[in-house]
């Protein structure tokens, strides 16, 4: 467990040095390391500079129950290899790979799972990835920049309120209601349908690639 204190500020750096290690034939490639599961909670604030390699690594399943967290990343931010769940916390993260990463190729694990809390993710690769599936019951989630905002073979956002807008920001679709979970993923891109009142706003404003923002 790492618990951070109320009213604590902790900062954290790998000083732009590149390191190399292992332990039990795992490489040690994180600021903050573990083989095992590996849980945050408390209310204090972490913030983490990762200029040589990834910020937050957990060779099992990586949780946060609480907390505030502001990391920048050379590599991934949050990467926990058989899962990562965030019950609660504010996060403000900015990385040059995935933000959120889990690679676990085995049945049941390689998963995302976001039941609440705060996210504003800026990266220059994935927003969220996952071998196998995300989920999202709530919390706000705001990707602004990405390749890909969500990547996963199975992505179910049960509910919440959605803002959506074309990825160009020349139409602006506004606040939308998830009321239909069924999702197509084809060549990694989420098939979207948008409900209308009328044919006519359906044929004008057509078929286009928009940018999703969960706000609840």
């Known amino acids: 467990f790492v618990t951070l204190a109320e009213g604590t500020e902790n900062p954290l750096s790998d000083g732009g040095q590149t390191y190399s290690a292992t332990v039990d034939d795992s490489n040690i490639d994180g600021v903050i390391f573990s083989k095992d599961t590996l849980t945050f909670n408390g209310s204090g604030t972490l913030t983490i500079q990762a200029s040589a390699n990834h910020a937050i690594v957990s ?12 990391i920048t990343s050379s590599g991934k931010a949050l990467s926990g290899k058989d899962s990562i769940r965030i019950k609660d916390g504010t996060f403000e993260i900015r990385s040059e790979d995935d933000a959120l990463h889990s690679d676990n190729e085995e049945d049941g ?6 039941e609440g809390g705060t996210l504003d993710i800026a990266t220059q690769d994935d927003g969220i990835h ?8 709530g919390g706000t989630i705001t990707i602004s920049q990405c390749y890909e905002g969500i990547e996963a073979l199975t992505i179910d956002i049960n509910g919440g309120v959605l803002y959506i807008t074309s990825s160009d920001g020349s139409w602006v679709y506004g606040y939308a209601i998830a009321a239909d979970t069924g999702i197509g993923l084809m060549e990694g891109v989420i098939d979207i349908d948008l409900y209308y009142d009328t044919y006519t706003e359906s044929c004008l404003n057509g078929r286009r690639s928009v940018n999703i923002y969960i706000l609840d």
């Not at 060779?59 to 502001?70: I, V």
């Not at 996952?130 to 019951?137: K, L, T």
């Open 59 to 70: 060779k099992d399943d990586l949780k946060f129950t609480g907390g505030t967290y502001h």
């Open 109 to 114: 694990q390689g998963f995302v799972y976001i």
């Open 130 to 137: 996952a071998e196998n599936s995300v989920a999202i019951e």
